[in-house]
């Protein structure tokens, strides 16, 4: 990566003739592991999912998009619709950083509907000659054009005393009639929090100070906070940067993770809530974001991968996808996330379908890209292995313990390039019951596993062989074992 000067980091698009960038776009399309079904870049970097919003029957869904390699430059907002959460359309670059305060970038943020038009706050990133960093948040909407008008000067312009520049990624929401939005920070003692706004348009906002949790000294930076309430519970995402791995917990680089708690008292910003918990205790998670669906579920979207990690598909000129949409519920005060109902549109054929009884090994059909659901599951004892995305050299493994109930992700031999390596190749999480049900969808370059009707949930990339697909179960267990092409 030694070519990515800081020039060439902060290059725009439209420095690039359209025939240089046309051809970019087709070596990025015909490259190793591009996804079936997940929303990928055309060309270079994506990650956080941004804007995400409901509004008059579409789905709104931007994403964060450096677009002249696989690094972290001048940042775009790249735009997607959609009816149904599972087929999007591309409706290309929206928010440009063609601005004095977002000149270096625009950052992350939220979407929000106001006057019949789709809104967005987000943060404009900006360096001054000594490469010091000034960041605002700017407010904007969505014209019928498909791009973004900025409601410049920012609506707020600066950093309020008592936190650095890493303030970033406003969440606006409404409650009671009063607009909110909550942002990441970092203070100047260099612990995260989160701090809130207030305003009566949306426009004009006002301090309101800290939001106050149990968490004073929790990582160095909170990173795309999102508050909203579900079934009288107040929850808290967010992506703490800095935290030490504890046992299973915390093994990434950056985490991602939730309070669960009472409803926040606005405007006195208190909340009572319980330990941070982790939402996927997989590899590649970051930065997820929720809207409500037009039937009033919430829905959540994270990026399938990590900031300053490495991936294979580098090379190729691009990076990242996002996860599957997944639903959020409250079962009996714990937070489950299943992917959305939605989603069985992408089936196309049934591989297989029938009760299995395994007694050793089983090795059912085989497979690239495509969706398997384990049902009615009852192990008799031991270990119970399902392998994916396998051959002589390569797989990727799922694995469940009867007596610890422990479930295992191992991607130690998942490809001939295992990204992270120095941050391990297994994952693992206790279940709170035996394992019964298991559901997993498989891409060309990624895996996403939910276990006992979201109870957990792993996402991983993985860069195996096209010709790696075996799917192999072993131990001794009898199941309903549905597998569909996708």
Known sequence: MNQWTREARYRPLSDLAPE???????????????????????????????????????????????????????????????KDLVHWFDE??????????????????????????????????????????????????????????????????????????????????QHQGTWYCIIGAQRNDLTGATVVYHSEDAESWMLLGELNTRYPDFGYMWECPDYFELDGHGLLLFS????????????????SGYFIGQTVDFPNLSYQHEDFLELDFGFDFYAPQTTLAADGRRILVGWM?????????????WAHALTLPRELTLEQGHLRQNPVRELTSLRKDTLYEQHLVVEQQASPVQAEVFEL?????????????????????????????????RFTMDRTRSGAEVP???????????????????????????????????????????????????????GKATAHLAIYAL
């Open 92 to 173: 290309g670059a929206a928010l440009i950083p063609n601005d004095d305060p977002d000149s270096h970038g625009a950052y992350s943020g939220s979407g929000f509907v106001k006057d019949d038009k789709v809104h967005i706050m987000y943060t404009g990133n900006k360096r001054d000659q000594d490469w010091v960093r000034h960041t605002s948040q700017i407010v904007g909407h969505l014209r019928s054009d498909g791009r973004i008008e900025k409601h410049l000067p920012p609506a707020i312009a600066t950093v309020p005393d008592g936190y650095t520049e890493h303030f970033r990624d406003p969440k606006v929401f």
């Open 240 to 255: 703490p940067q800095g935290i030490e791995p504890t046992g299973d917990h915390y093994q990434n680089i950056f985490q």
């Open 305 to 317: 991968g990590l900031p300053d990690i490495t991936y294979p598909s580098d090379r190729y000129k």
């Open 420 to 474: 992270a390596i120095e941050y391990g190749t297994t994952r693992s999480i206790p279940l709170t019951e035996p394992l019964h049900t298991l559901r997993l969808f498989v891409d060309r370059s990624s895996i996403e596993v939910f276990l006992n009707d979201g109870e957990a949930v792993a996402s991983a990339r993985i860069f195996p062989k096209s010709t790696s697909q075996g799917i192999v179960l072993s």
């Open 20 to 82: 240089v960038y046309q051809l970019m776009k087709e070596e990025v399309r015909t490259s190793p592991w591009r996804f079936s079904f997940h929303v990928q870049p055309p060309t270079g970097l994506l990650n956080d999912p941004n804007g995400f919003v409901y509004h008059d029957g579409t789905y709104h869904l931007f994403y964060q998009w450096f677009p002249l390699g696989p690094v972290h430059g001048l940042k775009y907002w790249y735009h997607l619709t959609s």
């Open 373 to 405: 659901v384990l049902s009615h599951l009852a192990i008799s004892s031991g270990q119970f292995e399902l392998k994916v995305r396998a051959s002589e050299q390569e797989e990727t493994i799922l694995r469940y313990d009867t007596q610890t109930k």
